[in-house]
């Protein structure tokens, strides 16, 4: 269980990480937040942090969107963040949770004079078990909320209860996802994963400009793809009745890591799923994120031992 | 200052209530709030609660969208606030916020299977805005969210980081505040207030069908223009241009009461300040919350009337 928590510029127990109930973000969701993963290498006993700057850098950019004033940098908060995590202690895989959030009452439902403040949290989470099948998968009758209105680019706080109308109503309707449309019917993304498929053998992707998360792992994946299994990688817009006819689909995100798309609206996608190219997909983003594949060691922030664990 | 908060189902000191950093509905905005006023008359010594069982009958529809399921009615979570009022002892005008939240720690984006909560408390409040006539307007270059996206119908917590982008966005332009427009570009509401404009003698208010909340104020100002004042109101769309023509207009809610509009855009409506018929429904609007319109009382619970407060209250429901 997690122990500790970042607040107010320290580390205290997690019983101390408390808001108050007047808090503005509490009411008008007015933060953003970041989710980056810990990864355990049981042959090297060693816990590696993925991208940690990379996300630290979008969630300073979704702060500044929301005209919040954070003083810290992206390495400031890495280094706060291997503090955290090295007193926890995991010797397991762990998703840690940065949030920004204006530490003001609910009063004023504006953005500016906001007294920013940060907290981390980090909390274990089991060894990831591969679903063979793959997901099924419905378009949303909800659509994304659009740019003009409340930005998808960053992760705000608010936007998601659009990202938890359609994530239950695809599940309560027997889906296990949803894919969402953009205000102009194009394809955004899942309800909190970017998307991916494959026509012909290219890897395909709605463009940033499309209502969708700017993902580490969507720039993680491209990259990848491009440099370890050779794919042409396009991002452009892609129509409703394209994901019927792609070969192969799948969501990424740090959440989801990869996961194969079965079925979208009850229609099935290649021959079996997932399909090769999603499965090579797959194996390569896990071998990089373990630290088993020595090039990409550069994304890899190892956190040292406790001297009591070690010892 | 606040004293009590009703939290976890019981009225405690508002300083025991807290939660974690990792509750649902602070990480993903998936909550709903209401907004009510009590205002206090000095002459009867009363305060009144004002359309109580209304706005927390508006509270539970907005959580019916986030599929949240509370064990209370809307007249027990009216019932529960006078309680409350009663031991904070408020001899002032004051506001009352419900919040329901999403209580489970950061697990799923989704709406199911997690336990819903409510808590309410209560601040002294006077004006909100810093002034109330001739308040310089601008369109937002931000859209309101749609309602196939968040809908602006209830007031879900997600959706006001969209009236916080709209606001100060004005805020930090030089103005007090914005108009903001649907996606498909008709005139919604403001920031986090609805709109009603003046054209040759015509009350018009954007429909419910246009992105905006459907606000107790604005429903109580159209009934007042109707049955008080005598006066036509239209709900119809609105075109941003036609902004620019009319006679007056207004905001209202329950948090800016009536404010008068004395430009948008930079083009003077009226005199720039406040106009006459905003002026009139501006009086009569403080009358009757404050309890001095009898016609009107079945919207008005007394908070202090220990005899008669369950009578009063079972009054208003009946009336309403």
Known sequence: ?311 | MTKYAFFNDAIVPIDQAKVSVMTHTLNYGTGCFGGLRAYWNPEQEQLYAFRFVDHFRRFLNSGKILLAELPYAAEELAEITLELLRKEGWREDCYVRPLLYKADEIIGVRLHNLRDAVTIFSVPMGAYLPREDGLRVCTSSWRRVDDTMIPARGKLVGSYVNSALIKSDALLSGYDEALVLSQDGHVAEASAANFFMVRDGAVVTPPITDNVLEGITRRTMMHLCTQALGLPVVERTIDRTELFLADEAFLCGTGVQIAAIGSIDNRTLGDGGMGPITRQLRTLYFDTVRGRRPEFAGWLTPVYDQDNEKLSAKQAMAAD
């Open chain 1, 1 to 311: 269980m997690t122990k500790y928590a970042y607040i107010h510029g320290e580390i205290v127990p997690i019983e101390q990480a408390s808001i108050s109930l007047v808090n503005n973000t509490f009411h008008y969701g007015t933060g953003c937040f970041g989710g980056i993963r810990g990864y355990w290498n049981e042959e090297q006993e060693q816990l590696y942090i993925f991208r940690i700057e990379d996300h630290y850098r979008r969630l300073l950019n979704s702060a500044k969107m929301l005209l919040c004033e954070i003083e810290l940098t992206p390495a400031d908060l890495a280094k706060i963040t291997v503090d955290l995590v090295q007193r926890e202690g995991w010797r397991q895989n762990c998703y840690i949770r940065p949030v920004v959030y204006k530490d003001v009452d609910f009063y004023r439902v504006w953005l500016h004079d906001g007294n920013d403040d940060i907290a981390i949290v980090t909390i274990p989470v089991g060894k990831y078990l591969e679903k063979d099948d793959g997901a099924k998968v419905c378009v949303s009758s909800w659509r994304r909320v659009d740019d003009t209105a409340i930005p998808a680019r960053g992760k705000v706080n608010g936007s998601y209860v659009n990202s938890a109308l359609i994530k239950s109503d695809a599940m309560l309707s027997g889906y296990d996802e949803a894919l969402t449309l953009s205000h102009d019917g194009h394809v955004s993304e899942g309800s909190a994963a970017n998307f991916f498929m494959v026509r012909d053998g290219v890897l395909i992707t709605p463009p940033v400009t499309d209502n969708i998360l700017e993902g580490i792992t969507r720039r993680t994946i491209m990259e990848l793809a491009r440099e370890e299994l050779g794919l042409t990688v396009v991002e452009r817009p892609i129509d409703r009745t394209e994901l019927y006819i792609a070969d192969e689909a799948f969501f990424c995100g740090t959440g989801v890591q990869v996961a194969a798309i079965a079925s979208i609206d009850n229609r099935k996608l290649g021959a079996k799923s997932p399909g090769p190219i999603t499965s090579r997909m797959s194996e390569t983003y896990f071998d990089v994120v373990y630290g088993r594949n020595p090039r990409y060691m550069h994304w890899l922030t190892p956190v040292p031992q406790t001297a009591a664990v070690a010892g």
